[in-house]
Structures are given as C-alpha cells and as structure tokens.
C-alpha cells in the first residue's frame, strides 16, 4: 500500500499487523511481521523492482514476536543492518523472557534468534529516521519519524479510524506509556503509520495522539 511516493505499507503482513519499507536513497524496513511472512516481504520487495540486498537498515520499534517475527530471515537475505532499543534487545535474544500474556504468544510464535543488532542511542538518527523513544507498550519501545510520517508501533492502534492503545494486559507500564505518548504529541506530523490497522493522514495528527493520552486510566 503507497502512502508517499517513498513509504510503503507491506501487503505480505497486513492480514496480522503493518511492516513498512522506506525506499528512499536509503532503503529501510520498519520491524518484519509475525513468523512465516519473511519470505512474502522478499517476494513483494522483488516485485516493486527492488533488490533485497539494496535493504541497507531495519528498524525494530519493539521486542513483540509479531513484530521481530522475520528478522533473522531478512537479516540474512538483505544483508542489512538491525537496529533496536538497549532494553528490548535482550528479549529479541531471548536472554529475557517476554511478560504475561506475550511469554505464551513467543511459546506458540517461535522466533529465530537474529544476528548483530545494533542499539540506538540517544537523540539517534539512522539514515534520516529520527528514533523517539516511547517505553509503557515495551521497556524499550521507540517511535520512528522519517519526515511527516510517524511510525508508532504499538504506542497506539488504529481501530477503524479511531487511534487508541494496545489492550492494557499488552502493555509493560500504562503510566509511563501515557508520558510517552504525551512526548510523542510535541512533535510535527501528518501521518500515523501504526502497526494495527491502517495508516492515518489527519488533519491535526499530533492532536489526535494526544487525545489518547484520556483513554488511560
């Protein structure tokens, strides 16, 4: 799905939730789906005439299974750099185990263990992408803004048009995810490119963010 003439929203994990690719001078993708749609993205990324190895970065927002799901697969097909959170790294590695409902999910969910990833550090840019970090949903979540188009992750959903958060046995801290939303608000965007539902043009985006902010208790 085009949403710029840059950014794409990947058809291979929408049926589950959003990864998106970033196909600039500098090609990236925005975290890889649940496990068994790594190779849809290669096969959709061939078919937008794009060589999988030209795939320089990829981006995770978060440890979640549904979004790290292919990133040993496509690490190794692109050859590209992985970047992730320093808190979530070590629940992508498996060396700490995932929270309540999510420890079950991974159960179920296998995921392979990833190469080298590299950890973001602060005020970081990676090739343009701005990295905001937004911990409550995940103990490292970050958000992602590559010119007017914020990518959340799971710091909100998209509910049939409507923005709102990921249930509350999803999320690791609500207090502090409340800060990072409110956080995330001060910042200028057109678009919501969450990873639940689709993405959002609105008229006053960081408005519409902050307006989430009341829906936690």
């Avoid at 990833?114 to 840019?125: L, T, V």
């Avoid at 057109?190 to 009341?214: F, M, R, S, Y």
Wanted: glycine residues 8%; hydrophobic residues 35%; aromatic residues 8%.
């Amino acid at each position: 799905m085009k949403i710029t003439d840059e950014v794409y929203a990947l058809e291979a994990t929408k049926n589950w939730n959003y990864a998106y690719l970033i196909s600039g001078e500098k090609k990236m993708l925005i975290d890889t789906g649940r496990p068994g749609q790594g190779k849809g993205i290669i096969k959709e990324l061939k078919s937008m005439d794009i060589n999988p190895r030209d795939i320089q970065h990829i981006l995770i927002t978060h440890h979640d299974v549904d979004h790290v799901g292919n990133l040993a697969f496509l690490q190794e097909e692109t050859g590209a750099s992985v970047w992730a959170s320093r808190e979530d790294i070590p629940y992508i590695y498996g060396d700490k185990h995932r929270p309540g409902q999510k420890r079950i999910i991974s159960m179920f969910m296998r995921v392979k263990k990833p190469g080298k990833i590299m950890a973001y550090e602060e005020n970081q840019k990676v090739e343009g992408v701005q990295v905001i970090p937004t911990p409550g949903h995940t103990p490292g979540h970050v958000c992602l803004l590559y010119k007017d188009i914020l990518f959340t992750g799971d710091l909100v959903r998209n509910s049939k048009g409507s923005l709102e958060t990921m249930k509350s046995s999803m999320n690791w801290n609500e207090s502090i995810l409340k800060e990072s939303i409110e956080k995330t608000a001060a910042y200028d965007f057109k678009w919501i490119c969450t990873a639940h539902g689709q993405p959002l043009k609105l008229d006053n985006a960081p408005l519409e963010l902050a307006k989430v902010v009341n829906m936690i208790k």
